[in-house]
């Protein structure tokens, strides 16, 4: 039942390239959020946003931005891609309620060489 | 600031067994809520349970059950009857309500593997 969905799944690309990841969720919600993951280990919240034209850093200082131009949309891109972007990216969202679970989508692994 | 801490980086339990995942936290925060999700191998994040601090009952959602000790700030959760679908990483998380930016902080996350 997943009603939020990102792409690419899976991305190798070679430094120095401009990429975008998409997110988009189907669900309404107003709180969205970006988190970095390397491989068996914690997440780290790196941007959010609480509704359309609002965005913020996170706790994990990164090289991204993003924009949120439209509620279910929520893209992530980096300007100049390094083999220290090479990570797992979590895209969620939120109704929220205090009691609300995050909704995560597939993620994208992405590799930059 | 807030944190939370889980202390077993890797745990085994025998199919059929029950398993309890430890979780401590810290906020200044007297409102706040406790998570915790599952990623299996695919990588994926899976809700599993919700527990609010002024819940005065532990959370249930079938085979998962949080063991909420607020004074002890511990919010365990335990696995019943462990299968081996159930082998995965674990995450806890919390978010706090009060002057905090209430968004959901993550644990280093403990790996669970189930023995047949």
Redesign the interface.
Known sequence: EADIYQTPRYLVIGTGKKITLECSQTMGHDKM?W?QQDP????H?IH?SYGVNSTEK??LSSESTVSRIRTEHFPLTLESARPSHTS?Y?C?SSAGQ??S???????T?LTVT | AQKITQTQPGMFVQEKEAVTLDCTYDTSDQ?Y?L?W?KQPS??????LI?Q?SYDEQNATEGRYSLNFQKARKSANLVISASQLGDSA?Y?CAMMG?GGSQG???????T?LSVKP
Do not use: V
């Not at chain 2, 968004?103 to 996350?109: P, V």
């Open positions: 959020y988190y068996g280990m914690e997440l919240l959010y996170g706790d797992q979590l969620a205090a009691n679970p995050l909704h995560f989508g597939n993620g692994r | 409102s809520g998570f999700y695919s990588g994926e994040m899976i809700f919700y609010g990483m995450f309500y968004n959901l902080i993550f644990g280093k996350g790996k």
